[in-house]
């Protein structure tokens, strides 16, 4: 029997805007971080994150994964392990998480069927959340994503209320509006909060996946709603970034945040998707 980690909601799943063309079409659902029942679990999700990611942190962090070395596994491997996760907070449901990587990867396959890299994309996207079997708290694996080492933009969840603990707020060098960095910089030039997202991206580029560059977008921003969904950090991007954009923006028509009813038969999906990653990213590699 495997054993199950609870990981608690997570908080970048919660009251999402544009999660599902039936939940659209009440717009007061979007972004409701007034109200409702997980907001209690979701606020202090991101109290912890906006007080303990500083540019300290996520350079150990940075450190501590760096090297790759707690795992020697295939994609699929890690596909499977992400079924060892469960959300504790909805314990009468108990559909393996893989099936939503899946369920992503065949939404992209649909609209995009010339595409197969943006498939893999699909399937890959959320592989870094392993990041939570090894002993990691859940506010440094999941939830939205944002630059450290200048001021929080307007569009941070819970913005006005979350960060005024940390304390690179009160560093000179980090509490501007650019903080560290220089104007159109790039965001390859960023640190960027520490999570699945940036774990899952360095680890694809240590294992030299030969996925075209929209695809690496995709994993490393699909959870900095400020940026491709609240459109803050625009004085930090370079021209290769707002090229990228309208990609990440499409990739997250597809990140479903809601559980479909139909779950995809993953037995025969798994030759299809063995074959992408055979092509862009085959064999035993490191995480």
Known sequence: MKMKVAVGPDPSLVYRPDVDP???????????????????????????????????????????????????MTVLEAVDMLDRLVDESDPDVDFPNSFHAFQTAEGIRKAHPDKDWFHLAGLLHDLGKVLVLTGEPQWAVVGDTFPVGCRPQASVVFCDSTFQDNPDLQDPRYSTELGMYQPHCGLENVLMSWGHDEYMYQMMKFNKFSLPPEAFYMVRFHSFYPWHTGGDYRQLCSEQDLAMLPWVQEFNKFDLYTKSPELPDVDALRPYYQGLIDKYCPGVLSW
């Open 22 to 72: 039936e939940v659209a079409k009440d717009k007061g659902s979007f972004r409701n971080y007034t109200s409702g029942p997980l907001l209690d679990r979701v606020f202090a999700t991101y109290k912890l994150m906006h007080t303990q990611q500083t540019v300290d942190f996520v350079r150990k962090k940075h450190t501590q994964f760096g090297g790759f070395s707690y795992k020697k």
